[in-house]
């Protein structure tokens, strides 16, 4: 026998000594399959996972508007009045930033009413904050949706008041998309205040803006 015949034959024996491990003999005499039958299934088990995990596919990129079936977006202010009559004004102070995007919703969704309007602002590719107005709700109806999260009373006029949400310190963001979205991090805090008979929502985006100027821009919606 040659070398190569050797080497085959010494392969083929290490082989059939795992093989034979999991097909033994039983006192009687007979072969029992011993643990064959579980490494079989495994194998399949297995390969079936694996088809089953190439099937799903990539999970989108976090939208940068809450899509609805019927959700109305915008690009121009202006055409807000065409869609809705839910009043909307724009902050006076915007600390360099630009209506990026708007977003109308005939329909109720969530805890939004119907004729909800949204507006991201965006600055230097990324978001600064999200304005959501809400039609004919109260500043008293939604604060016991935030009691776990630590808030403060904030001035925001004459006799007026907001809460300010501190939802979270840390954050994760995404990067910017070239010709499709800015980058967005997590929602840090919430800006709640009543204005001309709807609830505004003034959401900053991780540490894009400050405190300081959230509530600035808040006073500055007349």
């Known amino acids: 026998m040659n070398k190569k015949t050797k080497a085959e034959a010494s392969g083929y024996k290490k082989y059939m000594s795992v093989f034979n491990r999991s097909i033994k003999t039983n006192p009687t005499g007979k072969p029992s399959l011993g643990y064959f039958p579980l490494l079989l299934g495994l194998i399949v ?4 996972g694996l088809q089953i995990y190439n099937r799903v596919p990539t999970a989108p990129s976090t939208p940068i508007l809450l899509k609805t079936s019927d959700m109305i977006q915008l690009t121009r202010f202006e055409e807000i009045a065409n869609r809705t009559q839910t009043p909307v004004t724009l902050p006076e102070k915007l600390f360099g930033s630009s209506l990026y995007l708007i977003g109308i919703y005939p329909s109720a969704v969530k805890d ?12 230097d590719n990324a978001r600064f904050v999200e304005m959501d107005v809400l039609p004919n709700v109260s500043l008293e109806k939604v604060t016991p949706q935030y009691t776990a999260y630590p808030q403060e009373t904030i001035a925001i006029g004459d006799n007026q008041k907001g809460l300010l949400i501190h939802v979270r310190s840390g954050f994760d963001c995404t990067s910017p998309k ?4 800015p980058a967005m991090c997590l929602i840090t805090n919430m800006l709640l205040f009543e204005k001309n008979g709807t609830l505004i929502q003034l959401s900053s985006d991780g540490n894009h803006i400050t405190q300081g ?3 600035e821009m808040a006073r500055s919606i007349k």
């Open 178 to 181: 070239p010709n499709t979205v």
């Open 213 to 215: 100027e959230l509530i």
């Open 112 to 123: 939004w009413p119907a004729n909800s309007v949204s507006l991201v602002f965006v600055k």
């Open 45 to 48: 088990i297995g390969t079936i």
